[in-house]
């Protein structure tokens, strides 16, 4: 039977120096438990061969191995290395799954330096070198003075460790001190660089006989058990998924610049980076707060709700809140600070920095709870029903303020407006149709809405309807959308197949039976037919030349044929009061509408009146309607 291939990592090209890497962290960290206890990484290291982790030999040949041991309370990747570098040739792995061509290294050795100092260097917890004579210190001294030439010092509350296994019976003259003190000389012959700066435990360790790895075992793991510790209170033991995941993001950068270090909390956002707009969103929340102590009693601790919600979304890892708060919001919040303390109010002024510590402190005491078992979203929810008077009394349609990260979308009938994010972490949905979202109460001031929204799948495309005008040719489109609907032969509207949805003219009239009446394509066309007979009836239309006569005396006297009362009154009859923000048929095929229209002026303005917030300038020849939630229908 052939062993697995635990080839992990090598470097190849002489010309085009490149770091190669297989799929075995991922293969090893899914065989583990989801719920187990994280996995801590060990790389040995020999000078002139790889360490024997078993009595069973290597098929592999140079490159760095990789093994998972289950004998402890925890699992263990046991990384396996020579710094005598061979070739790999073919292995039984196939072709690398990655590769990483790094720009800021001239040949295979630069390519080396940057696999142990920039890749491996966040992720191990031990570094341990095997030496078998005096003469491996000059190897491993040199090789780890090109590590760290050149390096920017890392700031980590877990530095990996440094232990040599002196073996054999060519150290029976030294003694650990003076072979410790030896190689802190050689590394500094080759680099001015410190090495406490990344390596402040530096241990030497002689044994007699047997330099195996079931041998040493009880005293690696004792090594490894400390520094698993340092990474706990650090909160930086990293699960299987999470460790995979980072370390792909690391292989993905490293290389690019001389001193790249990796940023564990960063990477973990790359896909989901704070909103650029959360300190305009907060700043305008703080804006509705009156006085000095009701910006540390309730701003606060909603901003800090705010932020567990942004940074732990489910399966998120629990990084430590003081440096998620330093690295990603303290800034925002010093900025919504600063904001704040240009307003006077009632009871004097909040210090910038005093604001921001009034917001970290709420931060970690709700990160209490959430080690605790909850989950952000309902710590979240929590916090604003405390609020929910306070919430009585602010309203902002630019603003979320569920959440501080973006337009509201949808503006419930208590006049909160909420995010399509809010609603798909806040939302009830039944397992038969789970894209329809339920909000029986508002999460702001808890009043019942009796809000259901339709969300798209996040993996579905989207279908575009637009009408043009064209007068009471109007009826046409719908009537093909009639025909379309009767050839598809589904129990489906024909109006529920599309996302986007936009009308012009009398075409913005068809998208409006459509979506926010929700009639059927027949019964708009039979709507259209009778309001073009009330919006353009006459009493005189019986005697023609009497007819004509009026319309050109009409035309002459107003600059139109026909009467804007007919038109009105007919809008009114089919439209009423209601409210084009208000809840519709289009709020439950989530479809977004757009109805583009011009003011009735000296100088006519273009105007595009939306469903929903339109975030982005890219707008040509129109403007989005900064009012629309508060015009009613028949005024589009």
């Not at 370390?247 to 973990?268: E, H, M, N, V, Y």
């Not at 800090?304 to 003081?322: C, E, N, R, V, W």
Request: charged share 20%; with cysteine.
């Amino acid at each position: 039977m052939i062993r697995p291939c635990s080839h992990w990592l090598w470097t190849s090209g002489d010309e085009t120096p490149t770091i190669a890497g297989s799929d075995r962290l991922r293969q090893l960290t899914s065989s583990l438990p989801p719920r187990g206890p994280a996995p801590n990484l060990l790389l040995w290291i020999g000078c002139r061969r790889r360490p024997a982790i078993s009595r069973i030999p290597k098929r592999c040949g140079g490159g760095i191995c990789l093994d998972l041991d289950r004998q402890d309370e925890f699992p263990l990747l046991l990384a396996t290395a020579s710094l005598e570098e061979r070739p790999v040739g073919r292995t039984s792995c196939g072709k690398p799954a990655r590769e990483n061509h790094p720009s800021a290294c001239r040949s295979r050795a630069d390519a080396g330096a940057i696999l142990y100092s920039q890749l491996l260097y966040p992720f191990v917890d031990l570094f341990c070198f095997s030496l078998y004579s005096p003469k491996d210190l000059d190897i491993v001294a040199a090789r780890v003075a090109s590590w760290i030439e050149g390096e920017d010092a890392p700031r980590s509350e877990y530095p990996p460790r440094f232990l040599f296994i002196m073996a054999g019976h060519r150290w029976k003259e030294w003694t650990e001190p003076a072979a410790m003190q030896k190689f802190h000389a050689l590394v500094r012959e080759n680099t001015t660089q410190p090495l406490d700066s990344f390596f402040p435990e530096t241990l030497f360790l002689r044994i007699h006989r047997g330099g195996h790895f079931p041998s040493l075992r009880p005293r690696l793991i004792e090594h490894v058990r400390s520094v698993r510790q340092r990474r706990r209170d650090a909160h930086a033991l990293f699960m299987g998924p999470h460790l995979g995941a980072l370390f792909d993001r690391a292989f993905r950068d490293a290389g690019q610049s001389p001193t790249f270090s990796f940023d564990c909390l960063r990477a973990s956002r790359q896909d989901f980076p704070v909103s650029p707009s959360t300190a305009t969103h907060l700043a305008n929340f703080v804006n509705h707060i009156p006085s000095a102590r009701r910006l540390q009693d309730f701003a606060a601790p909603m901003i800090a709700s705010s932020i567990l919600l942004d940074q732990y979304p489910p399966g998120m890892h629990l990084f430590k809140p003081t440096e998620v708060y330093h690295e990603l919001y303290r800034t925002i919040c010093l900025q919504v600070g600063r904001s704040a303390f240009q307003r006077d109010r009632d009871d004097g002024l909040l210090l910038p920095s005093a604001f921001s510590s009034s917001v970290l402190a709420h931060v970690e005491s709700l990160f209490a709870q959430l080690t605790g078992g909850r989950t952000a979203s309902s710590i979240h929810r929590a916090v604003l029903a405390n609020y929910a008077e306070e919430w009585r009394h602010i309203r902002g349609v630019t603003d979320c303020f569920a959440c501080f990260r973006s337009k509201p979308q949808h503006i419930a009938r208590c006049g909160h407006g909420f995010c399509e994010i809010c609603l798909r972490i806040f939302g009830q949905s039944r397992h038969s149709d789970p894209e329809l979202l339920h909000l029986t109460h508002c999460m702001l001031c808890q009043s019942p809405i009796d809000l259901s929204v339709r969300v798209r799948p996040l993996t579905a495309g989207h279908g575009i309807l637009c009408i043009d005008g064209g007068g009471v040719g109007g009826m046409i489109p719908s009537t093909v959308l009639e025909l379309v609907e009767d050839a598809l032969g589904l129990p489906i509207p024909v109006q529920d197949h599309f996302s986007l949805a936009y009308g012009v003219r009398v075409g913005g009239l068809v998208v409006l039976g459509l979506y926010e009446k929700g009639w059927s394509a027949a019964t708009c066309t039979a709507q259209l037919h009778t309001m073009a007979e009330d919006a353009f009836h006459s009493p005189a239309r019986g005697f023609v030349l009497f007819f004509l006569l009026l319309k050109w005396t009409h035309l002459l006297l107003f600059g139109c044929l026909y009467s804007a009362w007919g038109i009105e009154s007919a809008l009114t009859t089919v439209f009423g009061d209601e409210e084009w923000a208000g809840p519709s048929y289009a709020t439950v095929t989530g479809t977004k509408v757009g109805v583009l229209a011009a003011t009735s002026m000296k100088q006519p303005k273009t105007y595009l009146f939306t469903n929903y917030n339109g975030i982005g300038d890219a707008r040509v020849g129109f403007d989005v309607h900064p009012g629309s939630h508060t015009i009613q229908t028949r005024e589009v």
